[in-house]
């Protein structure tokens, strides 16, 4: 089944730009597996961050970070990508990557997604 290892994570001061990065390995079409950022900072429920699915159609938490990160994918190496800009303290957290196949998920639903990596962390200071 699909592995996926992240990696990017650090620790950065407020008003920096980090990029993450997730790795798929033990698959032979990532191009049909649709696939998202999650967060989960310490004390709080895992948050939906961003979505990107096999149409290359995107999806972000509006709320928190639509305008300051994008999501991408790289089929050939795949391996997608967060760009984190202008970040602010309240994103420090674990940032894990998801996989789902298929249709039938909520991009905003971590339950709804089948593969995890084991997350990378993300701390701002002020």
């Known amino acids: 089944q699909i592995q996926l290892v992240e990696s990017g994570g650090g620790l950065v001061q407020a008003g920096d730009s980090l990029r993450l990065s997730c790795k798929a390995s033990?698959?032979?079409?990532?191009?049909?597996?649709?696939m998202g950022w999650f967060r989960q900072a310490v004390g709080k429920e895992r948050e939906f961050v961003a979505v990107?699915?096999?149409?290359?159609?995107?999806?972000y938490n509006d709320d928190s970070v639509k305008g300051r990160f994008t999501i991408s994918r790289d089929n050939t190496k795949n391996t997608i990508h967060l760009q984190m800009n202008s970040l602010k303290p309240e994103d420090t957290a674990v940032y894990y990557c998801?996989?789902?196949?298929?249709?039938?998920?909520?991009?905003?639903?971590?339950?709804?997604?089948?593969?995890w990596g084991q997350g990378t962390q993300v701390t701002v200071s002020s």
């Open positions: 033990s698959v032979r079409t990532f191009s049909f597996y649709n």
């Open positions: 998801a996989a789902v196949r298929g249709r039938y998920y909520t991009p905003s639903d971590p339950k709804t997604f089948d593969y």
């Open positions: 990107i699915n096999v149409s290359d159609e995107t999806t």
